[in-house]
């Protein structure tokens, strides 16, 4: 009884730690390094298929308050729905300099690495910027990236936090993404060991060159995976953003989200297993589990469990508001629906070798992330 206490309070403790190490980004304001100036910069953005909401994250390209940057959209095919929203919203935006590259590197397994791989070599400054189609960029985002720019910087990244959801669908997303995928990135963030995000990957491309540039992203995996792995054995660190950027989430059904998440976890089984296999750990079902035991077993009273998970959600709860991420009724009631998944999540990405993703089957190591 004793040990359950134990197991329970230790997994409180981290739990707090960590939704503390995320809250202190939103109530302290930290002066950024700003130690690469304002450079010119490459905005490269890959699209693939048409999204509800394409016209307002591909859009805000061009309202960037950089001095200084292009942007550079990558599709794969002419006949992508994406191609003729992008040449219309560049029609529509002369004042910034923007161009759409169509086609594809062979011999790369990543498709997404395939389709920014012309707009990579045809960018015209140094400092690069991968991000994802389905990202909502702030006017700053640029400059945020530039800012972020640190004295053992070798990448800036940002892990993506939703926002509008609909549905049960769309609101337990947003809980995968933000108290729990976002809290853990900025808390690791916060301790050092920040790990690189797909949404976001700015580079200074002499550095990634002197790595192997876009080929050491491919080596297997996701290429944030690699990206991660590639800084750090250089030495470097991967420097977030001091807050997360916002992905709008829109209506998904469950199915989305449950194979979303499970192609997302097979990505950190074969990047990271070490991590992985902690996985199941991760939320509040073991530790509440362990509380209910001890209570039944040490004739506590009820309001114990209840008092638990109170503190856990109430943590979570105050993170989200705090952060400005929706924090509904439904939210909230997503948040445990999440953390019942999680070891159901893990047990399918152990059992799962091969997956689909954007029309292409992968196996085993050969698995790119999702976007």
């Known amino acids: 009884m004793i040990a359950l206490a134990l197991f329970a309070g230790l997994f409180l403790v981290v739990h707090l730690a960590s939704t503390a190490l995320a809250l202190r980004r939103y109530r302290v304001v930290r002066p950024l390094p700003r130690l690469i100036g304002t450079p010119k910069v490459t905005l490269v953005r890959p699209v693939c298929g048409v999204d509800p909401f394409d016209a307002m994250t591909l859009g805000s390209s061009f309202r960037q308050d950089h001095p200084d940057y292009e942007v550079i959209f990558c599709a794969q095919t002419p006949d992508d729905p994406a191609v003729a929203l ?43 910027c991968l991000t994802d189609s389905n990202l909502l960029l702030p006017r700053h985002y640029l400059s945020t990236l530039c800012a972020s720019w640190g004295p053992r910087t070798g990448l800036v990244s940002s892990p993506p ?42 580079f200074n491309r002499p550095l990634l060159e002197s790595a192997g540039g876009l080929l050491a992203l491919d080596r297997h995996l996701a290429e944030d995976v690699n990206a991660t792995k590639v800084i750090r054995s250089m030495g470097l660190q991967v420097t977030l953003t001091p807050r997360p950027f916002a992905q709008p989430i829109g209506r998904r059904s469950l199915r989305q989200v449950w194979d979303r998440q499970v192609r997302w976890a097979q990505v950190r089984r074969e990047g990271f297993p070490g991590l992985f296999l902690l996985e199941p750990l991760n939320g509040a079902l073991a530790p509440l589990l362990a509380v209910g035991l001890a209570t039944g077993l040490g004739g506590w009273p009820l309001a114990v469990p209840a008092l638990f998970a109170g503190l856990w959600y109430g943590a979570e709860a105050a993170l989200m508001r705090a952060a400005g991420w929706p924090v509904s009724a439904r939210d909230l009631a997503a948040l445990p629906l999440r953390d019942v998944l999680i070891p159901a999540i893990t047990i399918a990405a152990l059992a799962r070798r091969q997956i689909r993703w954007r029309g292409a089957q992968f196996a085993g190591s050969d698995t790119p992330a999702p976007a």
């Open 161 to 202: 936090v939703g926002i509008q959801p609909r549905g049960l669908g769309g609101h337990l997303e947003c809980a995968f993404l933000n108290a729990n995928q976002a809290r853990l990135q900025l808390a690791a963030d916060a301790l050092g060991a920040g790990f690189a995000q797909g949404k976001t990957l700015f």
């Open 86 to 128: 992008v040449r219309r919203l560049i029609a529509e935006h002369p004042q910034v300099p923007a161009r759409l590259l169509i086609g594809e590197a062979a011999g790369l397994r990543n498709p997404k690495l395939r389709n920014v791989w012309k707009g990579w070599h045809a960018a015209q400054t140094d400092w690069i």
